[in-house]
């Protein structure tokens, strides 16, 4: 076909450009600002050797869901269950499994739990932005905290549950995210009978919900944590107020008459 025309029609030499026109599953790594490998000055009587490489990245990206509590010393959560979905106008986006010990799309909803490290690590994750929902807490852990992604400010979460968008269309990209749950309240009662210490046995108590009667008495319903508890032991509740009842007194002990609120 003859030798290129490399010059204009004012004589100057043109510069060209090398642009990928198929990539797959790879992103061109142009230089910064650019949409194509170059400039090029070709050279008329010789070959022209492009000598810096033409790289390409991987449409993938790693991410790390870490759980903990919501404590000053945070402690790992295992088996916390959440959904991650590609983002989507329509909330239609796949969702995220793993196979193989690496992130795969599927259309059905898949849940995924934490591990003894309180992590799930999505390596080989396709780029693109998700969405994270923790789907279910174990026992002892409210639906309430904070979301962080990498470095940035934890977020108070203000719904049902807690949740977090995440870009990750950068190839070779890593992300953390970090959810962390507020712990159920517990509650411990300790009982004293004229100064003979907190082990006492024969006593039982009964929680009830912050409901009176006109004697100032509990009514119900009464709260679902067990029918009664013993004397130190430490029952776990729900956030709220509740009054508590002595149900069962030793011989020799006197049953108060006064209901204590928690």
Same mark, same amino acid.
């Given at each position: 076909? $003859?030798?290129?025309?490399?010059?204009? *029609?004012?004589?100057?030499?043109?510069?060209?450009?090398?642009? *990928?026109?198929? &990539?797959? =599953?790879?992103?061109?790594?142009? /230089?910064?600002?650019?949409?194509?490998?170059?400039?090029?000055?070709?050279?008329?009587? !010789? +070959?022209?050797?492009?000598?810096? /490489?033409?790289?390409?990245?991987?449409?993938?990206?790693?991410?790390?869901?870490?759980?903990?509590?919501?404590? !000053? #010393?945070?402690?790992?959560?295992?088996?916390?269950?959440?959904?991650?979905?590609?983002?989507?106008?329509?909330?239609?986006?796949?969702?995220?499994?793993?196979?193989?010990?690496?992130?795969?799309?599927? *259309?059905?909803?898949?849940?995924?739990? &934490?591990?003894?490290?309180?992590?799930?690590?999505?390596?080989?994750? /396709?780029?693109?932005?998700?969405?994270?929902?923790? #789907? @279910?807490?174990?026992?002892?852990?409210?639906?309430?905290?904070?979301?962080?992604?990498?470095?940035?400010?934890? +977020?108070? $979460?203000?719904?049902? =549950?807690?949740?977090?968008?995440?870009?990750? @269309?950068?190839?070779? @990209?890593?992300?953390? +995210?970090? %959810?962390?749950?507020?712990?159920?309240?517990?509650?411990?009662?300790?009982?004293?009978?004229?100064?003979?210490?907190? @082990?006492?046995?024969? %006593?039982? %108590?009964?929680?009830?919900?912050?409901?009176?009667?006109?004697?100032?008495? /509990?009514?119900?319903?009464? =709260? =679902?944590?067990?029918?009664? %508890?013993?004397?130190?032991?430490?029952?776990?509740?729900?956030? $709220?107020?509740?009054?508590? #009842? #002595?149900?069962?007194?030793?011989?020799?002990?006197?049953?108060?008459?006064? +209901?204590?609120?928690?």
């Amino acid at each position: 076909t $003859g030798p290129l025309d490399i010059y204009d *029609e004012k004589g100057e030499l043109i510069n060209y450009y090398i642009v *990928e026109t198929s &990539t797959g =599953a790879y992103t061109p790594a142009y /230089p910064e600002g650019q949409n194509a490998w170059g400039p090029y000055t070709l050279d008329f009587d !010789d +070959v022209t050797t492009v000598s810096a /490489p033409l790289i390409n990245n991987l449409q993938q990206t790693t991410l790390t869901i870490t759980k903990t509590d919501n404590t !000053d #010393e945070p402690a790992p959560i295992a088996d916390a269950k959440f959904t991650v979905q590609q983002k989507t106008a329509d909330g239609t986006g796949k969702y995220v499994q793993i196979v193989d010990d690496k992130a795969a799309l599927t *259309e059905n909803r898949t849940e995924l739990e &934490t591990n003894d490290k309180g992590q799930i690590v999505l390596t080989g994750l /396709p780029t693109g932005e998700y969405i994270f929902t923790e #789907e @279910s807490v174990p026992d002892g852990y409210l639906a309430t905290g904070t979301v962080q992604v990498g470095e940035g400010e934890a +977020v108070s $979460g203000t719904g049902a =549950a807690l949740t977090a968008g995440v870009d990750l @269309s950068t190839p070779l @990209s890593t992300q953390t +995210v970090t %959810f962390r749950n507020d712990k159920q309240p517990q509650l411990t009662l300790t009982k004293t009978v004229g100064g003979q210490g907190t @082990s006492l046995t024969g %006593f039982q %108590f009964q929680l009830y919900t912050a409901n009176v009667d006109a004697d100032g008495k /509990p009514t119900g319903p009464k =709260a =679902a944590y067990g029918s009664t %508890f013993a004397n130190g032991q430490t029952v776990t509740v729900e956030a $709220g107020w509740y009054y508590i #009842e #002595e149900t069962a007194t030793p011989a020799g002990a006197i049953a108060p008459a006064i +209901v204590h609120t928690a």
